[in-house]
């Protein structure tokens, strides 16, 4: 059956190409609006112009980049529940349609199958046949060999790492799981335009990405943390970190009107917390 004759389904949008070989940066959305639908392009609606102004900024060229959703059909109402399972469809069901889906697809381990029985949302399964969009991804994505994969939302994230929480993930460069180019999670524009205080937190994350772009592999930094420092290591931090002129990062926590520690940092390598709060010690008091 084809995709676009399937209840709730409205218009084909191909993903966008970079004018070059050199592609290094790949956006995955969700799926193509009104919009998008009408000059068949994905990003030109509200959120696209929001994704502009936010690449222009950070120095990303959107034409150097592979731009593209995770459904290329609109969904009615911009409703992605029509490429689920009916709501309250329990597990022994969604295993059942895949089980026949795999019989008529001929594969008898489709690599896919893990993705529709992780939810795309709380008790929202992708129904199989939609899994050839994840193919079409991987298919699409191993064309342009992108440095590193921007995943713009949940619904990317679930695509791109069968993990829909982008609160748990945000940030966060990841190796690749269903390609092999490594990940960076951020909000999609739309939720900017309902939130826009995280405009700034994007905006970050795509300066990360733009920095992660220049290779292809995960270079975590090396980080030194003082945890429990003692008496003894006090004057060591007094001259190392607060005694030293230049920029000085720090953080409070704080609890019910307590102080439970304090961060200080003067090289990204190394930072300190001095805790004040220890529920092992009499009175809770980490210092005597």
Known sequence: MALDSLPGVGGFVPSAFPKSSNCRIAFLGEAPGEDEENVGVPF?????????????????????????????????????????FPTGTKMPEVKKAYAEWIHVSGQPEHPLLAWGITALAKGK??????????????SELAQVNPTVVVALGNTACWALQRNPRIGTIRGTVLPGILTPHKV?????????????????????????????????????????????????????????????????????????????CISLCRDPKFTVTIPFVDRTKPQFAYWP
């Open 125 to 138: 399964f992708v129904r199989p046949e939609w899994l050839t969009e994840l193919e079409r991804i991987q």
């Open 184 to 260: 960076l999670p951020t909000y999609h524009p739309a939720f900017i335009l309902r939130n826009y205080t995280q405009k700034v937190v994007v905006m970050a994350d795509l300066m990360k990405a733009r920095q992660e772009s220049l290779s292809p592999e995960i270079v975590y930094p090396e980080r030194a943390i003082m945890l429990e420092p003692t008496r003894s290591d006090l004057g060591y931090i007094e001259a190392t970190i607060l005694c030293r002129s230049g920029p000085l990062a720090f953080d409070i926590e704080t609890k019910h009107g307590c102080i439970l």
């Open 44 to 84: 030109v609606g509200s959120s696209g112009q929001m994704l502009n102004g936010i690449l222009a900024s950070v120095g990303i060229d959107r034409r150097e980049c592979y731009v593209g959703n995770v459904f290329s059909y609109r969904p009615d109402g911009n409703n992605l529940e029509v490429f689920c």
